[in-house]
């Protein structure tokens, strides 16, 4: 089922059925004004657009809301939402035998999901881990009730569920096959059902600017597909074999944020998700401050559920946005002053000459169509002294979308309204530098390099708002700090798709008056 193609569904009065609501939204959490979107507690009032008839097959299926200790249980049946790495430890009752061991997460109602933990051998377990997966609908049979601690001791490396109980499936006495009935269908529509309220989350731009109070917490977060890394390979401290893949979200508040996957079934999942196309509600992951990359991340942790193209009000509109946006845009990266976080200064070592970067082989066999380097050359454009219109524009609060000057309205059709249709909207619009400039080696001059944003304000030396207050004079000192200065300039080359022999987008990422020693030496080589 294409989840875009619910989209026209979804405006059609709703049949709801709400995500979970029983789990309060503010635990675990640091109250910050304004950081999660959505109220206290419940789901969205958006809720689920879907109808689900979820009664198993007829034949004795037992449906986790009705579960209980004294219940034998013959059959349940449910689709796959989460899946753990496989453990092993000594046995407690032979120390000379291994146990085996793997939990996934096992969802049969928009409202009831519940941890299942499988026992046995190396062999029975290393099966099941290849054979099952996210998305699959599975039956199991004769598994065994257990309580769950009431500290959350049970759920500390498992992922949070509303259910009192766990399920252990254990070799010897339970089974677990494929399900592939007639309703397996209303079982696979439960993977667009998110793990937690629908508005419980935080924007990428709360998470960034709370940074110190965040830090190290679990929340959850909505984002769209930006880009998707290449899988790393590494090893463990103890020596065992890892693979990372960093995956870069954005939202209606900021361009760019890092998503970081170190279990193998998500970053396998990862694989297969299309930049703009794919949305996803993160429940329960872990963000930190990350001091190489000088910036707030999130990891996908043992409790972390990841549902893609979430059916909500909050997950439609947010794909409503992504789809006007042009993500190759030098204007959308830089919306609201952001930074690139997918580029990291300390990672950029290569050297160019400017001809080397008009070259239009330079893209060729690049990821994504971009290459970043450093250059020395001369500012020998710098017109930063002339009106403040001349280098300040103005972008939608709302789309991101720049606005033409002295417009007074957003031109972006798809500009989703903070009004219902038909009420007066005034211009609610952010200022941003829009410099151009020209830099000058000794292979020539590349006019039009785009200066924004964070980069501006550091080059410049004051944010928008206080250089708009400065007289002429104090502009054209800012001017000559870098005018005809040799710098030392961090560029971000990127060209659209198919479009590789055109000039390409040249955006400066950092700019410095270059140490003259430096400069000769990168001029020797």
Known sequence: MSWASNFEDFKRPATTLNAV???????????????????????????????????????????????SPAMSVSKIIGVIIAKGQPRHFMSKKDSSSERYVFTFTLRDSPTDFINVTCWGSEQHITELVSQYHIGQVVQLDHVDIQTKANDGSDEKFKPWTPSAYQLSLNETRGSMIPYTSWNVNDYLRLLQVPAKASNDFYTISDIVTNGPALNGEIISILGVVRQVGQVKQMNGKSGQHLQKCDVTLFDDTSSAF????????????AQSWIPKE???????????????????????????????????????????YSQSVDLN???????????????????????????????????????????????YAFVSMFDIDNSPSSVISIRCSRCHCRI????????????????????????????????????TDETGTLSGCFLAGEAAENMIGCSVEEFVSLNDAKRTELKWNFLLERCKVYVKVSSLQGQEKRLPSIRILHCEVANIKEAVDSFMH
């Open 21 to 67: 609501g029983g789990r309060p939204s503010g635990r675990g959490r640091i109250p910050i004004g304004g950081g999660r979107r959505g109220g206290a507690g419940g789901p969205s009032a958006g809720g689920i657009g879907v109808q689900l008839q979820l009664q198993g097959d007829g034949r004795d299926v037992q449906m986790i809301a009705e579960l």
């Open 258 to 269: 890092t998503l970081v996957l170190w279990d193998d079934e998500l970053i396998s999942l």
């Open 278 to 320: 794919n949305i996803i509600f993160a429940a329960d992951v872990r963000v930190s401050y990350n001091d190489w990359k000088k910036t707030m991340l999130a990891t996908a942790i043992a409790k972390t559920i990841l549902t893609i193209n979430p059916d909500t009000a909050e997950a439609h509109n947010l794909y409503h």
């Open 329 to 375: 845009s030098d204007d959308f990266d830089m919306a609201a002053g952001d930074k690139d976080p997918t580029v990291s200064l300390a990672e950029i070592t290569t050297v160019y000459r400017l001809e080397q970067l008009k070259d239009p082989h330079l893209m060729q066999n690049t990821q994504n169509n971009t290459v970043c380097g450093i250059v």
């Open 404 to 439: 033409a000057k002295n417009s007074e309205c957003c031109s972006n059709q798809n500009c989703p309204p903070s009004l219902p249709s038909g009420s007066f909207q005034p211009l609610d619009f952010i200022k941003f530098y829009d410099i151009r400039v020209a830099l």
